[in-house]
């Protein structure tokens, strides 16, 4: 439960960081407010953690002792469906999300844009991949204005 505890604290602070190195986009400005898009990315974001976060609960309350990020891991691949879901999975969170996520933030501008990757390993890719959509759209109002 100790290591659930942790990731939680990482997930915060990994995600406070984004935003403060970010802020210029979570600010308010001219037009603001929150559009539909941004909306949805939030609430996206905010249902992946917490049904990890139930999941992973639950796994740490079944497995015990025995849970561990090898087990987890191995626990991933139990199934045939399972081995193409998280071979999809890994592929995606561990390779294509930095890649994508470092390589367009820098062109746009994104201050420290690996932290998504960092943020998607104690909170969720979904929630990482959120993040950075939201951080793209947020910048669209500073786009149009320069």
Do not use: C
Request: charged content about 15%; aromatic content about 14%; proline content about 3%.
């Amino acid at each position: 439960m100790i290591s659930l505890i942790v990731h939680a604290v990482l997930g915060v602070l990994t995600t406070v960081l984004m935003v403060r190195w970010n802020a210029r986009l979570f600010r308010g400005w001219p037009g603001g407010g929150v559009t539909p898009v941004e909306a949805a990315l939030v609430v996206t974001g905010v249902v992946s953690v917490a049904l990890g976060w139930y999941f992973n609960i639950r796994y740490v309350q079944e497995w015990g002792k025995t849970a561990s990020w090898v087990h987890f891991t191995q626990s991933l691949f139990e199934n045939w469906a399972a081995k193409s879901a998280a071979q999809d999975y890994i592929l995606a969170n561990v390779v294509l999300l930095p890649l994508w996520s470092i390589t367009d933030g820098r062109r746009r501008g994104i201050a420290r844009p690996w932290i998504f990757f960092v943020m998607s390993l104690f909170t969720s890719f979904a929630f990482a991949m959120a993040a950075y959509l939201l951080a793209v759209e947020r910048d669209r109002p500073h786009e149009a204005r320069t």
